[in-house]
């Protein structure tokens, strides 16, 4: 969901402008997501963490909001484009006291083997990154056979006229700040051949979320 109050105005156009981009927008971050929490996402972090078992990796985990919502017995590893969200990410695990390894990382290229995860997650994250399809198909590629993909996002609306506002917006927010609205990661979830086994959307079907299971086993 775009931060409210964004204050990056540069084009997008490389992973480096993106890196920029969210670098500058680390230090208000968490004050800026503020307004989206309470507004639209509900239950969804509490949804998608408390879902998480075993080597759990997330992808562009940000400042860490999802943290605190992870059980116990969790063995967390995070990745994110930007180093000062991943500086937010760090402190906000040491304050909860929770092991996590942290590391900078590109979604649409994962540096893990294949089938290295029981559970990957990716929360509001989709929206912003270059190539969504690419960083599907990249979790699912290190997630084991049998594994647990969880996703959340904000996505295209089901009325038509909010649909035409979102379409308006894209026209700024792709060029600006490298922001999508009409996208629909769970379409790449069942290209990839994984069952879908829990999936809610709702504030007009701005938001969906869903977990979705690998098929096979280890």
């Not at 860490?64 to 760090?90: C, F, W």
């Not at 559970?119 to 997630?143: I, Q």
């Amino acid at each position: 969901m775009p931060a409210e109050g964004d204050r990056s105005m540069a084009r997008v156009k490389t992973l480096d402008d993106l890196r920029r981009r969210w670098d500058k927008e680390a230090d208000h971050y968490d004050r800026s997501m503020t307004w989206a929490e309470r507004r639209f996402f509900d239950d969804t972090r509490d949804w998608i963490a408390g879902r998480a078992q075993g080597r759990t990796l997330e992808v562009a985990i940000g400042t860490g909001l999802n943290l605190e919502h992870y059980p116990e017995g969790v063995e967390l590893t995070g990745i994110d484009l930007s180093p000062r969200m991943l500086d937010g990410a760090k402190r906000r695990a040491s304050e909860l006291g929770r092991d996590a390894d942290l590391r900078t990382g590109d979604a649409q290229r994962l540096d893990f083997p294949d089938g290295s995860f029981d559970t990957v997650v990716c929360t509001f994250s989709l929206c912003a990154v270059p190539d969504d399809r690419r960083a599907v198909a990249e979790m699912v590629r290190v997630l084991r056979p049998g594994g647990l993909l969880l996703l959340a996002d904000h996505v295209v609306a089901g009325p038509r006229w909010i649909r035409a506002v979102q379409a308006l917006i894209e026209i700024g927010s792709i060029r600006i700040g490298g922001e999508y609205f009409r996208r629909r990661p769970i379409r790449h979830v069942l290209a990839a051949g994984l069952s879908i086994e829990a999936h809610d959307r709702f504030k007009a079907g701005l938001i969906e979320r869903l977990a979705a299971r690998r098929p096979g086993r280890e």
